[in-house]
T-cell receptor
Framework: DTAVSQTPKYLVTQMGNDKSIKCEQN?????MYWYKQDSKKFLKIMFS???????INETVPNRFSPKSPDKAHLNLHINSLELGDSAVYFC????????????FGDGTRLSIL | GENVEQHPSTLSVQEGDSAVIKCTYS??????FPWYKQELGKRPQLIID?????GEKKDQRIAVTLNKTAKHFSLHITETQPEDSAVYFC????????????FGSGTRLSIRP
């Protein structure tokens, strides 16, 4: 059983389009995250939700909008995609906040043409 | 703001030798220090973590040391094997649910046969 699953695995799209990435965890964790990993492999937190409540919202353009319908799901919608959005986006979950081990999904590789 | 510095950025060691990766952090409120291993094209996975109430932790060939006074922590891998080749990330976090985890910039470890 996949603990943290995100779809799609690959996303290739044109600049200006809107796209969504979905994430689900079956670990019973109460906290979920979105991370961005750029081409230099820097791993940076974007958002964190605890029991569907937004806890961390880093300085991310408001074109990025996370949504957590329940504590097992955290989706990421991106409007008006730009070239600089090309990266691998990882979803993760933990029981408690950042002070607990994080379980990552396999990532979504987003490529903007 | 909070910062985690990681050195070296690349490390090449002979198979069987030891590898050491060092990190420093800036936020004195940090209490949780995990290490993640990311193989090429894969997700980051927790390999070991340490909390501020201990100075050292060991798990088979992997050990982590923490010096809270100096705000340093290090990963030690002994008897390195080819499968240890990966990018390793250190991280630091406070101990509340609102704490965000800050990752180091990563170390690409290569094991020479």
């Amino acid at each position: 059983d996949t603990a943290v699953s995100q779809t799609p695995k690959y996303l290739v799209t044109q600049m200006g389009n809107d796209k969504s990435i979905k994430c689900e965890q079956n670990l019973g964790h109460d906290t979920m995250y979105w991370y961005k990993q750029d081409s230099k492999k820097f791993l940076k937190i974007m958002f964190s939700y605890n029991n569907k409540e937004l806890i961390i919202n880093e300085t991310v353009p408001n074109r990025f909008s996370p949504k957590s319908p329940d504590k097992a799901h955290l989706n990421l919608h991106i409007n008006s995609l730009e070239l600089g959005d090309s990266a691998v986006y990882f979803c993760a979950s933990s029981q408690g906040g950042g002070y607990q081990p994080q379980h990552f999904g396999d990532g979504t590789r987003l490529s903007i043409l | 703001g909070e910062n985690v510095e990681q050195h070296p950025s690349t490390l090449s060691v002979q198979e069987g030798d030891s590898a050491v990766i060092k990190c420093t952090y800036s936020d004195s409120a940090s209490n949780y220090f995990p290490w993640y291993k990311q193989e090429l094209g894969k997700r980051p996975q927790l390999i070991i973590d340490i909390r501020s109430n201990v100075g050292e932790k060991k798990d088979q060939r992997i050990a982590v040391t923490l010096n809270k006074t100096a705000k340093h922590f290090s990963l030690h891998i002994t008897e390195t094997q080819p499968e240890d080749s990966a990018v390793y990330f250190c991280a630091a976090s406070g101990d509340s649910s609102a704490s965000k985890i800050i990752f180091g910039s990563g170390t690409r470890l290569s094991i020479r046969p």
